[in-house]
């Protein structure tokens, strides 16, 4: 467990725990990271310790340069975030950009030196979200074995103009300049940190070792012992009550508790929330937690609950919050009953981050949308093991505890539900659309063995009504827009190129099986600029 986990000042206190964390680590260099509030922050950090690199997270709005000096990092990263240093610059000590200690910006890391060396930067009329190719100008040791094409990941809406002062090292289609240099500053548009951009683990690796001269990297220990010995800790013989989906997440979750309540005379007792699940949810939690020794399980069913509290509510964000009411209000019912100390949850850093929370740093964080998972103040403590982990490391937690395959390789559900899948209001009647047509969509999935080839699926109960001729009759019906994607992490995501032959086929049962569907659609979009799910 990290002994500094968020550096704002150069105190003596901070200065110990940053030796101590050194000593540890076997290290004597490290980079420290600027947290300017990107969705991918975290990714930088993971990015770095699958390297060896040690980490150490800024917060910009209270470092400053003199606070830096006394820290000595071998080199500092400034990440990505929603501001723009055109019309709303964030906070940070510019004097920081004149230490001549290297320095790399991501993306608005980037537009902030650049600024400050007096180039100009502001919106460009094509704006660049997604996936393009970056093409390199000019030799330079942060590019080192990355070819002279290679796929980038980007999100940006502001330009960096060509300036004397700049050296121009790669472009992109709509980014002159979407790579540059200045003396010790270097700079990228594109977020290196993501599956998306190919070669980007190489090119942190070539700023830390080649740049920075971090040649002491070392392997982690294993993420998941650590994690054990500190729920272990926490525990003890206390009791636990964990919000069980039968998703990966909390399915690992499960899994470290059993590790770590071993020994322990506390129980654990897993909560499975009937009302606005998938089909198979429910069935799927019984048969793999339902005969555990080591683990109670209770289903409650709170599908009126639900429909009371959802009554009249049609935009997506106050779904997501009157849902989690019901949620919290069940888990609430059992803990008391149960008589646990602790709530554990599966919530993942990716949870936090889209909620605007998991960063104790001045930066502002968007909410991209409301977690039924965060931001609750429970009657007992929380136990989060996996709130600094994305999908897939979770996933590699999970196995490396012994968690069954098909467990993890489930595919992501939302914790509000079939709230998110069913635009307008959620009443029975949606309720039971949304579930068959999930059904059938999964199931052909499956079937046509699809299932395994992306990352996620879904299917959307839209508040469009599509005019429909059924036999000899003619009305109205819904429309239903399927989805699923390609992802390693769900920070960014592709359209999966399903076979037309297959969408072909569920469109047919999905009008054929269920009444109230008068024609369906399949969505393309990305993430960025759209999110994965619908709501």
């Given amino acids: 467990m990290a002994l500094l986990s968020l550096f704002k000042n150069a105190t003596p206190e901070a200065l110990s725990a940053l030796a101590e964390e050194l000593r540890i680590r076997k290290a004597t260099k490290y980079i420290l990271l600027f947290s300017m509030g990107s969705q991918f922050d975290?990714?930088?950090?993971?990015?770095?310790?699958?390297?060896?690199?040690?980490?150490?997270?800024?917060?910009?709005?209270?470092?400053?340069?003199?606070?830096?000096?006394?820290?000595?990092?071998?080199?500092?990263?400034?990440?990505?975030?929603?501001?723009?240093?055109?019309?709303?610059?964030?906070?940070?000590?510019?004097?920081?950009?004149?230490?001549?200690?290297?320095?790399?910006?991501?993306?608005?890391?980037?537009?902030?030196?650049?600024?400050?060396?007096?180039?100009?930067?502001?919106?460009?009329?094509?704006?660049?979200?997604?996936?393009?190719?970056?093409?390199?100008?000019?030799?330079?040791?942060?590019?080192?074995?990355?070819?002279?094409?290679?796929?980038?990941?980007?999100?940006?809406?502001?330009?960096?103009?060509?300036?004397?002062?700049?050296?121009?090292?790669?472009?992109?289609?709509?980014?002159?300049?979407?790579?540059?240099?200045?003396?010790?500053?270097?700079?990228?548009?594109?977020?290196?940190?993501?599956?998306?951009?190919?070669?980007?683990?190489?090119?942190?690796?070539?700023?830390?070792?080649?740049?920075?001269?971090?040649?002491?990297?070392?392997?982690?220990?294993?993420?998941?012992?650590?994690?054990?010995?500190?729920?272990?800790?926490?525990?003890?013989?206390?009791?636990?009550?964990?919000?069980?989906?039968?998703?990966?997440?909390?399915?690992?979750?499960?899994?470290?508790?059993?590790?770590?309540?071993?020994s322990s005379r506390g129980k654990l007792l897993g909560v499975y929330i009937r009302g606005i699940d998938r089909p198979d949810d429910e069935a799927y939690v019984k048969k793999h937690f339902g005969k555990q020794k080591w683990l109670q399980v209770k289903v409650v069913d709170a599908t009126i609950e639900f429909l009371q509290a959802l009554s009249g509510k049609t935009r997506m964000r106050d779904k997501r919050v009157a849902m989690r009411s019901v949620y919290q209000g069940v888990l609430e019912k059992e803990i008391e009953s149960f008589g646990a100390e602790f709530i554990a949850q599966g919530t993942l850093y990716t949870d936090l981050r889209e909620s605007g929370l998991g960063n104790a740093t001045g930066a502002r964080i968007a909410e991209i949308k409301v977690h039924h998972n965060t931001g609750i103040d429970f009657s007992v403590a929380e136990l989060r093991p996996l709130e600094d982990m994305v999908k897939d490391s979770a996933r590699d937690i999970g196995r490396d505890i012994g968690v069954p395959e098909d467990m993890l390789v489930r595919h992501p559900f939302p914790g509000p539900g079939l709230v998110v899948r069913i635009e307008g209001e959620v009443t029975a009647e949606t309720l039971k659309v949304a579930r068959a047509i999930d059904g059938i969509y999964i199931d052909e999935l499956r079937t046509s063995k699809l299932y395994d080839t992306v990352w996620q699926a879904g299917a959307v109960v839209t508040r469009s009504e599509h005019t429909e001729s059924k036999g000899d009759g003619a009305g109205m019906g819904c429309v239903v827009a399927l989805w699923a994607i390609w992802s390693v992490n769900g920070f960014t995501a592709r359209f999966a190129q399903l076979p037309y032959d297959f969408l072909d086929k569920v469109s047919r049962r999905i009008t054929n099986e269920v009444r109230e569907v008068g024609a369906v659609v399949y969505r393309v979009s990305a993430k960025p600029p759209a999110t994965i799910e619908w709501g």
């Fill in 42 to 262: 975290h990714l930088i950090v993971q990015r770095l310790a699958r390297i060896g690199i040690y980490a150490l997270v800024a917060d910009p709005a209270s470092v400053k340069a003199d606070d830096v000096l006394k820290a000595k990092p071998a080199g500092i990263i400034l990440s990505g975030g929603p501001a723009s240093v055109f019309d709303e610059p964030p906070p940070f000590d510019v004097k920081i950009f004149d230490l001549g200690i290297p320095l790399l910006g991501v993306c608005l890391g980037y537009q902030q030196w650049a600024k400050h060396i007096g180039a100009r930067v502001s919106p460009h009329e094509k704006r660049e979200f997604g996936v393009h190719t970056l093409r390199l100008k000019k030799k330079d040791p942060l590019f080192k074995n990355v070819p002279a094409k290679s796929p980038v990941l980007q999100t940006h809406g502001d330009k960096i103009f060509p300036f004397k002062k700049l050296v121009i090292l790669g472009a992109t289609e709509n980014s002159p300049i979407a790579a540059g240099r200045y003396k010790h500053l270097w700079g990228v548009q594109f977020h290196p940190e993501v599956t998306d951009t190919k070669y980007g683990e190489q090119i942190y690796s070539n700023f830390c070792v080649d740049i920075c001269g971090i040649t002491n990297a070392f392997p982690a220990h294993s993420v998941a012992k650590l994690k054990i010995a500190e729920l272990k800790e926490k525990i003890g013989d206390k009791n636990v009550v964990i919000a069980l989906s039968g998703g990966s997440d909390s399915s690992v979750v499960a899994y470290l508790l059993k590790h770590a309540m071993k």
